[in-house]
């Protein structure tokens, strides 16, 4: 590689990682990929270490902990959804205005979607916070396993204000196309979380040992910051936006154009969550070693999955802004590219499972001859078979729902889910009596239906015609 080449690619990195503005209705699409990519995957990649941090150090309280900890993301994946969805929504609202040089509704698109979550959370925060330990015996826990891991499920039910408005407000930075205080935010609070993390779950200092609350308590903290890092920057004006406080005001023109937007958004991404809660349980039923091993093997994979995601919500933000100046063969293309290089990287992190995946369970499981060593291994070897599929079809849902058209995702999602993946599962682990790996076999199975289907109906062109 010639130096001048070497200069121009390390030229467009940072210009990636320090948020330059750009405008991604002109020039290069792959230039336009890597802007906005190399921080959507940092900031996805951090949102997994919450996982992955967690999951290291609370294996240590053992098995229980480990199985309340799955359960309680598996239920908690709802409140994800919810903000997911409006983090879709104010994406693709907020890059249609940036598409069309509308600088000043972008903003006020951003401001309103704030308030719809903070709608939101106040509906969805007192009913698990109430409910913890009635949720966590309706997923089948053990009853001494609840009584250790209560106050986990409320802390994370009762933080839901900060899951949202993480979600939401980096949705808004990246349809102004700013991703990299998307990435930033995520960086600080993760950073927090992982220094937290071990002081308040085994203590240290005049800081006693809280246990698996403790856990709940960092990621919280985390976050916490990590919201008020990404407010500091909305209200100051960084980048392309700039929210006004005052008059902080609902108006119900643009809360009525994201609620059409977030409703079947939050209900696709609440289809495929519930989805993974029928399987936690499923698997929970034979015992908390297959659960926590299940559970062990999910936040391994989240680790490489939500890279894969940042990937493809660079498709999203791309998809908006040329809709939004008029330019839909550009906004096609760039989701063709975009998914050939996610299905390129899926397919060598399956290779990776395949040849190193021992090596990584046993990193996180010391007792290498335990249950649950064993039935985190063949998870972790099954449901990464379906890694390329995975990657495709995550690019093109995430494509719909920058243009708008979040309901085709959804039908999506509930056929794959609904009639295909929790129907093989059951029948696999109950009927054919083959217990956890049933389960285990249904996800890859569902995601190659999920990914054929979308691209079906990507070809058909409906999306270009949505109306933000």
Same mark, same amino acid.
């Given at each position: 590689?010639?130096?001048? #080449?070497?200069?121009?690619?390390? #030229?467009?990195?940072?210009?990636?990682?320090?948020?330059?503005?750009?405008?991604?209705?002109?020039?290069?699409?792959?230039?336009?990929?890597?802007?906005?990519? !190399?921080?959507?995957?940092?900031?996805?990649?951090?949102?997994?270490?919450?996982?992955?941090?967690?999951? =290291?150090?609370?294996?240590?309280?053992?098995?229980?902990?480990?199985?309340?900890?799955?359960?309680?993301?598996?239920?908690?994946?709802?409140?994800?959804?919810?903000?997911?969805?409006?983090?879709?929504?104010?994406?693709?609202?907020?890059? &249609?205005?940036?598409?069309?040089?509308?600088?000043?509704?972008?903003?006020?698109?951003?401001?309103?979607?704030?308030?719809?979550?903070?709608?939101?959370?106040?509906?969805?925060?007192?009913?698990?916070?109430? =409910?913890?330990?009635?949720?966590?015996?309706?997923?089948?826990?053990?009853?001494?396993?609840?009584?250790?891991?209560?106050?986990?499920?409320?802390?994370?039910?009762?933080?839901?204000?900060?899951?949202?408005?993480? =979600?939401?407000?980096?949705?808004?930075?990246?349809?102004?196309?700013?991703?990299?205080?998307?990435?930033?935010?995520?960086?600080?609070?993760?950073?927090?979380?992982?220094?937290?993390?071990?002081?308040?779950?085994?203590?240290? @200092?005049?800081?006693?040992?809280?246990?698996?609350?403790?856990?709940?308590?960092?990621?919280?903290? @985390?976050?916490?910051?990590?919201?008020?890092?990404?407010?500091?920057?909305?209200?100051?004006?960084?980048?392309?936006?700039? !929210?006004?406080? &005052?008059?902080?005001?609902? &108006?119900?023109?643009?809360?009525?154009?994201?609620?059409?937007?977030?409703?079947?958004?939050?209900?696709?991404?609440?289809?495929?969550?519930?989805?993974?809660?029928?399987?936690?349980?499923?698997?929970?039923?034979?015992?908390?070693?297959?659960?926590?091993?299940?559970?062990?093997?999910?936040? !391994?994979?989240?680790?490489?999955?939500?890279?894969?995601?940042?990937?493809?919500?660079?498709?999203?933000?791309?998809? @908006? +802004?040329?809709?939004?100046?008029?330019?839909?063969? &550009?906004?096609?293309?760039? *989701?063709?590219?975009?998914?050939?290089?996610?299905?390129?990287?899926?397919?060598?992190?399956?290779?990776?499972?395949?040849?190193?995946? #021992?090596?990584?369970?046993?990193?996180? !499981?010391?007792?290498?001859?335990?249950? +649950?060593?064993?039935?985190?291994?063949?998870?972790?070897?099954?449901?990464?078979? @379906?890694?390329? =599929?995975?990657?495709?079809?995550?690019?093109?849902?995430?494509?719909?729902?920058?243009?708008?058209?979040?309901?085709?995702?959804?039908?999506?999602?509930?056929?794959?889910?609904?009639?295909? +993946?929790?129907?093989?599962?059951?029948?696999?682990?109950?009927?054919?009596?083959?217990?956890?790996?049933?389960?285990?076999?249904?996800?890859?199975?569902?995601?190659?239906?999920?990914?054929?289907?979308?691209?079906?109906?990507?070809?058909?062109?409906?999306? #270009?015609?949505?109306? *933000?």
């Amino acid at each position: 590689m010639s130096s001048n #080449k070497f200069n121009r690619y390390l #030229k467009v990195i940072v210009a990636s990682l320090k948020g330059e503005e750009h405008d991604f209705t002109q020039g290069s699409l792959r230039t336009a990929i890597v802007l906005l990519a !190399i921080p959507m995957i940092l900031e996805m990649m951090m949102e997994s270490v919450f996982a992955v941090v967690d999951i =290291f150090f609370v294996n240590k309280l053992g098995p229980e902990a480990t199985s309340i900890v799955g359960l309680t993301e598996s239920v908690i994946t709802i409140v994800y959804s919810i903000g997911i969805g409006l983090s879709a929504a104010a994406t693709a609202m907020v890059a &249609r205005r940036i598409g069309e040089k509308n600088r000043r509704e972008a903003s006020e698109s951003g401001k309103q979607a704030i308030v719809l979550g903070l709608i939101v959370t106040v509906l969805i925060s007192i009913p698990g916070l109430v =409910f913890a330990p009635n949720i966590l015996r309706l997923m089948g826990a053990e009853e001494h396993a609840i009584a250790m891991g209560a106050g986990y499920t409320q802390w994370m039910f009762g933080s839901s204000l900060v899951i949202i408005m993480l =979600f939401l407000i980096n949705g808004i930075f990246r349809g102004a196309g700013n991703a990299a205080i998307a990435m930033q935010s995520l960086w600080l609070a993760n950073i927090i979380n992982i220094i937290l993390d071990p002081i308040f779950i085994f203590g240290w @200092g005049p800081v006693p040992a809280m246990g698996l609350e403790g856990a709940a308590i960092a990621t919280v903290t @985390g976050r916490g910051i990590g919201v008020l890092f990404q407010l500091y920057h909305l209200l100051r004006g960084s980048g392309m936006l700039r !929210i006004e406080i &005052r008059p902080f005001l609902p &108006r119900w023109d643009i809360i009525r154009g994201l609620v059409k937007i977030a409703s079947p958004a939050a209900f696709q991404f609440m289809i495929a969550s519930a989805s993974w809660i029928v399987l936690a349980a499923l698997v929970a039923r034979y015992g908390s070693d297959a659960s926590a091993g299940y559970q062990t093997a999910i936040r !391994i994979l989240l680790f490489f999955i939500l890279p894969a995601w940042g990937l493809s919500n660079a498709a999203a933000t791309l998809v @908006g +802004q040329n809709l939004g100046a008029g330019l839909p063969a &550009r906004a096609e293309q760039s *989701v063709v590219l975009t998914a050939t290089y996610n299905a390129v990287f899926m397919a060598s992190v399956t290779v990776f499972f395949l040849v190193f995946g #021992k090596a990584v369970i046993q990193f996180f !499981i010391e007792d290498h001859t335990s249950a +649950q060593y064993t039935y985190a291994l063949e998870a972790i070897r099954i449901m990464s078979a @379906g890694y390329i =599929f995975y990657g495709i079809g995550m690019v093109v849902t995430q494509a719909f729902n920058g243009a708008g058209d979040t309901r085709t995702p959804t039908m999506i999602n509930f056929v794959g889910f609904w009639l295909f +993946q929790i129907p093989i599962a059951l029948l696999m682990a109950l009927v054919l009596n083959w217990g956890p790996t049933g389960a285990f076999l249904a996800i890859p199975i569902a995601e190659m239906f999920i990914a054929i289907a979308g691209i079906i109906l990507f070809r058909s062109g409906r999306w #270009k015609t949505i109306a *933000v």
